[in-house]
Nanobody, 121 residues
Framework: QVQLVEYGGGLVQAGGSLRLSCAAS????????MGWYRQGPGKQRELVAA???????NYVDSVKGRFTISRDNVAKTVYLQMNSLKPEDTAVYYC???????????????WGQGTQVTVSS
């Protein structure tokens, strides 16, 4: 069974930094895309950043230049370095990964449990 476990949320003042990490474990044959979504109070869940197995990245416009996504394919871990945080970045952050569990099986999306990031003004 595949699990994604997140670390690194918390409370930080505006202008500060946090680093989120998310480790995948279990029956994993291969991981394709990994990334982070967030859901703020009263808002819909949105894609924050994603990274392919080859290292190509994309970001939502509101975090470009402030957030950096990276991954360690050996450790099956994705990271989100968040700098210059703003109160509007306050949200629950969820990692996801597109994983295939065995040769010939289909790709499935898996989600972490979510980690709270709160940015105070």
């Amino acid at each position: 069974q595949v699990q994604l476990v997140e670390y690194g949320g918390g409370l930080v003042q505006a202008g500060g930094s946090l680093r989120l990490s998310c480790a995948a474990s279990g029956s994993i044959f291969s991981i394709n895309a990994m990334g982070w979504y967030r859901q703020g109070p009263g808002k819909q869940r949105e894609l924050v950043a994603a990274i392919t197995s080859g290292g190509n990245t994309n970001y939502v416009d509101s975090v470009k230049g402030r957030f950096t996504i990276s991954r360690d394919n050996v450790a099956k871990t994705v990271y989100l370095q968040m700098n210059s945080l703003k109160p509007e970045d306050t949200a629950v952050y969820y990692c996801y990964a597109r994983i295939i569990e065995a040769w010939g099986a289909s790709w499935n999306d898996y989600w972490g449990q979510g980690t709270q990031v709160t940015v105070s003004s």
